[in-house]
Structure formats: structure tokens, C-alpha cells
């Protein structure tokens, strides 16, 4: 399946009414924000069309802020930002802008590098599959709702002799228009439905909360030294 980079949508999708964290995405954060780390990663990144990347906002506040920079600005719908669950109505912007393809970037996750955007970008360039997810690669012992152990017990406690497992990294998507448009998001999650892409879980601390807030800032300012 042949895909061209100006068929790519790039997408930061951003609120300020957060359950868990309100306001986070502009909560003071190392002399910046969570938002504007986001979208200057994107435009400083020379593999990415600036015009290729698109803000999808609700909040005249973050939407201001957005027009300072050489990005396109998407405008949500109130629908939108509410709870529905429905992929067709949270990410609207997958069957109303003009590409083929699609790549979501999290924003509450300010440790992600350039590099690994890049070649999270270029493998599903290069992928003959319709979807690509983030994962970590774990090898741990893991139990279901009942009780009953998910990963097979190797006869021992030793954690390395686990069979890889993998988990949701919740920081790059990528995903094709069309599937949108008919209310699936990255697949059916069969097999390479969507296919799955390793990143290291030192670039992935994921912002729910404000525990989690305070060690991504500590762990953001010393980067150089900790990761």
C-alpha cells in the first residue's frame, strides 16, 4: 500500500476541560506548556510538511495560541469535546480535512523525541497496513478480571524468562481517513489491525494526573541527563 507524506495529516488534538488535570495542557510546565512543546516539536521537525500539521481545538484559548504558529487550525465542534465515545465525532477532523492518511500526536507526553516521530512516520510510510500503534515491548506476568493469568507462568519468578507482552504506549497513531469516515478509528484490532510499532516506554510518561505532572516536569528538564 504506497503512501506519500502529503497525504499525511499531522494531528495534536487538545482540550482544556480535562477530568483529571484541568487545564493541564496550559499548566506552567519548565518555562513553557504541554501544548506549545507539542506543537513546536512538530514545526521544528524538517521530515514534516508544517503545512501537513493541524491543531484540533474547541477552546478559543488554545486556539489563539495556536495561530502563532505556521500550522493549520481545525475548529471542533462542541460535539466534539463532549463524552461520546464515537470516533466519527471525536476525531471529526479525520473525514472533513484532505487526506488520505492520518498521524495523532499526544501532547501529555512532552518526553516523546523528534527522531522517534520520524520513524514512527517513515515505518508507516513504508507499511503495506492501513493502521500503526504505538507499544511498549514488556515482559511481566499479567492476570485477567477473574483471576486467570494472561502471560504463561515460565516456572519461575523471573520476569525476563516472561513471553514478550505488549502494552498501548498512548502517544503516536496513525490511521486512514476512509476508516473514519465509517466509525472505525485504527482498525479491528486483529492481527497488523493496527500493526504494532515499539517506542521506549523513557519517552512515553503519560499525563493523566498531577503526580504525573510534577515527575514529567523533573524528568523534561533534566532529559539530557536521565534519558
Known sequence: MSKNIKDICFIIQSRLDSKRLPGKML?????SNLFEIAITK??????????NIYLSLYDQELISIGERYPVNIFKRSKESVSESKEPK??????WKLPHKWFITINACTPLLTNETIINFTKCFLNSPNKS???????????WDEKGNMITKYPGSLDSKLVNNTFEA????YAGCK????????????????P???EVHEKE????????????AEILYKNKNKFL
Do not use: M, R
Not at 42 to 51: A, D, R, T
Not at 132 to 142: C, E, G, I, M, T
Not at 178 to 193: A, C, E, H, P, R
Open 204 to 215: 512515553t510518561f503519560d499525563i493523566d494526573e498531577f503526580w504525573q505532572f510534577k515527575v
Open 27 to 31: 499548566t506552567p510546565f519548565d518555562g
Open 89 to 94: 465525532i471525536v476525531s471529526e477532523w479525520g
Open 132 to 142: 500503526l500503534f504505538a507499544v511498549h515491548n514488556k515482559k511481566n506476568f499479567y
Open 169 to 172: 504506549a498512548h502517544c503516536l
Open 178 to 193: 476512509k476508516d473514519l469516515s465509517n466509525n472505525i478509528y485504527l482498525g479491528d484490532f486483529t492481527f497488523n489491525y
Open 195 to 197: 500493526e504494532l510499532y
Open 42 to 51: 512538530l514545526v521544528n521537525c524538517p521530515f514534516i510538511p508544517n503545512e
